[in-house]
């Protein structure tokens, strides 16, 4: 068994070397022998984390329901161990412009909705969900202008709804699909000006990432890691630029009942088979 | 009843939570406020606002909302005041309060600032408040300070004596200029009238740096000569890494002696711009001075025993200047021909007599000033002769 805990995160910026450094050091100090490893996509992380090469996983939803489903196919085990309190109850909501005449989403039927990149569960894979639950089949009923911004970090770069969002804005499609707090962003930094856009529709509650531990993770050393990790404290200024970094406040015990809509999305959507394997044909992470 | 916030039609992307802070700033943690508003997206900006900062909205009520949380009491817990007031000046500035404003209350957790002096009494004078008002307020413009047209042909002996003279000064300006700009990147912004007086006295120094030049160029393409053991002597005082060492060589005994040798020259000055030049040039440097003598004296009043290291530094550097030539000649004889007026061997004797009673103004200036910081008059006298033959 070793002692050193490793961690696999997604490079979707350079701050993540600063957080996932950060983070060494602060558990280090505490006794801990932490360290990580980066990938440049979910995809590869979520395999090497069932493959035991590494303990932990710094998954986005997505790669969290394709690590139970890789687990479930080789009888392993995969659990959350902490997220932040950012992860908990966001949604998504379909917008269009204020002076827009569409009042449902089912006015959208033969229109263009634009999204984020293929793999965003909270500007593609829940909105157009949401739009399925509506009735519209989104490959039959609607035109899908996808911006594939950072195709393999599940929405983490956040280019492909502001593209999204400025297509919406300049008359290229009819509706966009975001995230709440990127609706708020987008109004804040003038991307769509305040009063420029109305929410359609907007989904119910969901949750986004998970530090996840594969099933090679020394049980005991993950339990201190969890514990460790869910004490620290915004107060603590060691810790408080790397919370901030992270943009959380607060790492909270991770729970999995609200990931259940994405896990529907994916099996429609055959986006992952129920073995995990890779399904969406225009998926090229 | 909670309390209630109404935003109207305000938006949290136009400004909204500027007042939903102010509500919650009365709050403790746990508490919560009822938000209204027209805004048609309030409810998904609220929700997304308070996840990001913290709070939560409550599920299990209709209208928005928050129950307060505490991340951003958190992020000032342990926060501490630079000072209590603008206006203390503290004995220990931490560096950690960096470059934080003093008396401001500082989070913690910044990058220390890289600072070597952070201890009030080695970088301290009660004067320095004063000083730097009355340097702000003493700052001219060398364009129109001087009247530059007023300047005549002189014989070409004496403006060679000019051009000389005014040569040497330049080198000693730069000397004094590079002095307080390196000690000041080195200070504690907290006693920031310090710092703030030592950045006046650079700038001081770059005018008087313009005011020689220009007068050494107002008649000749070149300028007179540099010698060596002058030079030696001006980097000795560069190279001193302590403050108030510094200080004390460069001000209290260099600007000191300097500060006579513009008077006299002032008074022999053969022409109206040498005379400007020279007059405004001392103004400044009897303010540098009183800042060394008030600094070096603070010193010495909070321990005696730094005047050990007062009079080991002027030792170390008479030690350090044995083998040069100090002043060097062409300057020596630039000072008896000006102060002469002529060539006649009855003026050569007055120059001369003239340029021994400036040594003797300047030993009895030096010997003064000592024995205010607190040294014997005998030793101050001892101290005073040790002092360098270049004057500065």
């Not at chain 2, 916030?5 to 709050?27: K, M, N, P, Q």
């Not at chain 2, 022999?268 to 030049?277: C, L, S």
């Amino acid at each position: 068994m070793r002692h050193t805990l490793l961690l696999g995160a997604v490079a979707y910026d350079p701050k993540v070397v600063t957080i996932w450094t950060g983070f060494r050091s602060w558990f280090r100090d505490r006794g801990l022998d932490l360290d990580y490893v980066l990938y440049s996509q979910y995809e590869r992380q979520v395999e090497e984390l069932l493959a035991g090469r590494i303990d932990l996983a710094w998954n986005s939803p997505l790669a969290w329901l394709r690590a139970q489903r890789l687990a479930r196919a080789q009888d392993a085990t995969v659990r959350p161990i902490a997220m932040r309190d950012t992860d908990r109850d966001l949604t998504s909501v379909v917008v269009v412009r204020a002076d827009s005449a569409h009042q449902t989403l089912s006015d959208l039927r033969g229109r263009t909705v634009a999204t984020g990149a293929v793999d965003s569960p909270q500007a593609t894979l829940l909105p157009l969900a949401l739009l399925r639950a509506a009735g519209l089949d989104p490959k039959v009923d609607i035109e899908v202008l996808r911006f594939d911004v950072g195709v393999g970090l599940h929405g983490d770069h956040v280019g492909g709804e502001r593209d999204a969002a400025q297509a919406l804005r300049a008359g290229r499609a009819d509706a966009a699909c975001l995230l709440d707090a990127n609706l708020l962003l987008f109004g804040r930094e003038g991307t769509l000006p305040a009063g420029s856009v109305r929410v359609l529709a907007q989904t119910a509650p969901y949750d986004h990432c998970n530090l996840t531990a594969g099933p090679a993770a020394d049980p005991a050393l993950v339990d201190h890691f969890g514990k460790l990790l869910l004490g620290m404290s915004y107060a603590d200024d060691s810790a408080r630029p790397l919370l901030d970094l992270e943009g959380l406040k607060q790492w909270l015990p991770g729970r999995t009942d609200r990931y259940a809509a994405l896990d529907r999305a994916v099996t429609e959507t055959d986006f992952y088979d129920p073995r995990g394997a890779l399904g969406a044909a225009d998926y090229r992470p | 009843m909670p309390p209630t916030i109404d935003l109207e039609d305000l938006g949290l992307d136009s400004g909204g939570h500027l007042l939903v802070e102010r509500a919650l700033a009365g709050l403790t943690p746990g508490d919560r406020l009822v938000v209204r508003g027209r805004h048609p997206a309030l409810g998904v900006h609220l929700a997304a606002w308070c996840r990001a900062e913290g709070h939560r909205l409550d599920p299990a009520v209709e209208g928005p909302t928050i129950i307060r949380g505490h991340a951003d009491l958190d992020r000032w817990r342990d926060a501490q005041r630079a000072g209590a007031t603008a206006n203390d000046v503290v004995a220990h500035a931490s560096r950690h309060w960096g470059l934080a404003a003093r008396g401001a209350l500082v989070e913690p957790g910044g990058p220390a600032l890289a600072v070597d002096w952070v201890d009030r009494d080695l970088v301290w004078a009660d004067l320095a408040p004063r000083l730097y008002a009355q340097a702000t307020a003493n700052q001219w413009d060398p364009a129109t300070a001087v009247d530059w047209a007023a300047a005549g042909s002189l014989p070409e002996h004496v403006e060679g004596a000019v051009v000389q003279v005014m040569t040497y000064l330049v080198e000693n300006e730069q000397a004094a200029l590079m002095i307080p700009a390196r000690l000041l990147s080195r200070l504690h912004p907290h006693f920031r009238e310090v710092m703030q007086l030592l950045a006046a006295q650079a700038a001081d120094e770059a005018r008087h740096v313009e005011i020689f030049s220009r007068r050494a160029l107002l008649n000749r393409d070149v300028l007179g000569l540099s010698g060596a053991g002058g030079r030696a002597s001006l980097q000795t005082l560069i190279e001193e890494p302590d403050f108030t060492l510094a200080s004390f060589l460069l001000s209290v005994l260099g600007e000191g002696s300097f500060l006579d040798l513009l008077h006299f020259l002032h008074r022999h000055a053969p022409d109206r711009v040498t005379a400007d030049v020279t007059r405004l040039a001392a103004r400044d440097e009897a303010r540098h001075v009183a800042f060394g003598v008030a600094h070096t004296a603070h010193v010495v009043r909070a321990d005696q025993g730094f005047l050990h290291l007062l009079r080991t530094a002027v030792e170390r550097r008479h030690a350090a200047l044995a083998d040069t030539a100090g002043l060097n000649k062409q300057v020596f004889d630039a000072l008896v021909v000006l102060a002469a007026g002529s060539w006649t061997p009855t003026a050569i004797s007055h120059g001369w007599q003239e340029v021994l009673r400036l040594q003797q103004a300047m030993d009895e200036g030096r010997r003064r000033r000592l024995e205010y910081i607190g040294f014997p008059a005998d030793e101050a006298a001892a101290l005073s002769a040790l002092h360098t033959r270049n004057f500065m």
